[in-house]
């Protein structure tokens, strides 16, 4: 063989085999960049399990608003033990649907931080952050039913204290609007209060601090 032949392939080769290395090099970080990158499948994956936990939250939410519907009403049976509000309302009472749906908001307004927590804990992945969080979120949850309804007896009986000449319940069974009106005034303005009171508490009480105490913070990492 003609050795400047020769040398030509060589050459040829080497120059071949080069090439290929720096295609190699410049493909090799796009080639990492794209298995990092999620697939279609992974996204809708993703983007369903994301759907499913925001459904799970969402009928959390549903259930825990009819348990403060039960809860507002039994509490507004306690208040008013010589009221029977469904014969009432029957009758088209006016105060006496005043005062219950005030009380229904009330409790509602102050125990929703403690749900708002509760469904923030929900997330797919099972871990400890996922099972201190729903803790927590489940025990500020009721603190703040404790405290609703502790705060709807404790803001009647004041204003009852404070209004010596008036029997309240008396005048919203008789279809006292005007009285009913002010009370459900005072529960609303208490229960903006206190809910700011129970966003407090349970900031101090959040999985994170709670986790520092028992030394399992690390978890939530």
């Known amino acids: 063989m003609n050795k400047?032949?020769?040398?030509?392939?060589?050459?040829?080769?080497?120059?071949?085999?080069?090439?290929g290395h720096d295609t190699l090099a410049q493909a090799a970080?796009?080639?990492?960049e794209a298995?990092?990158?999620?697939?279609?499948?992974?996204?809708i994956?993703?983007?369903?399990?994301?759907?499913?936990?925001?459904?799970?939250?969402?009928?959390?939410?549903?259930?825990?608003?009819?348990?403060?519907?039960?809860?507002a009403i039994k509490s507004f049976d306690t208040l008013t033990k010589?009221?029977?509000?469904?014969?009432?309302?029957?009758?088209?009472?006016?105060?006496?649907?005043?005062l219950l749906a005030a009380v229904i908001y009330a409790i509602a307004n102050v125990i929703s931080s403690g749900v708002a927590g509760l469904t923030k804990a929900i997330h797919p992945e099972l871990s400890w952050s996922f099972v201190?969080?729903?803790?927590?979120?489940?025990?500020?949850?009721?603190?703040?039913?404790?405290?609703?309804?502790?705060?709807?007896?404790?803001?009647?009986?004041?204003?009852?204290?404070?209004?010596?000449d008036i029997d309240e319940m008396k005048e919203v069974q008789k279809g006292n609007a005007a009285v009913a009106v002010v009370i459900a005034g005072v529960l609303?303005?208490?229960?903006?209060?206190i809910r700011e009171g129970v966003e407090g508490i349970s900031s101090i009480l959040s999985a994170q601090n709670?986790?520092?105490?028992?030394?399992?913070?690390?978890?939530?990492k």
């Open 4 to 19: 400047k032949l020769l040398v030509a392939i060589l050459f040829a080769v080497a120059a071949v085999i080069g090439l």
């Open 29 to 32: 970080p796009a080639a990492a």
């Open 35 to 43: 298995a990092d990158k999620p697939t279609i499948l992974q996204g």
């Open 45 to 71: 994956w993703g983007l369903v399990v994301g759907l499913a936990m925001a459904l799970v939250a969402l009928l959390i939410s549903l259930g825990l608003a009819m348990y403060a519907i039960k809860l």
């Open 82 to 98: 010589d009221i029977d509000e469904q014969a009432e309302l029957k009758k088209g009472n006016m105060a006496v649907g005043i």
């Open 132 to 164: 201190i969080g729903v803790v927590v979120g489940l025990l500020n949850l009721v603190i703040g039913i404790k405290i609703a309804t502790f705060t709807v007896s404790l803001a009647i009986k004041v204003l009852d204290k404070i209004t010596t």
């Open 188 to 193: 609303i303005s208490v229960s903006f209060i």
């Open 210 to 220: 709670i986790a520092s105490v028992l030394h399992v913070d690390s978890f939530l």
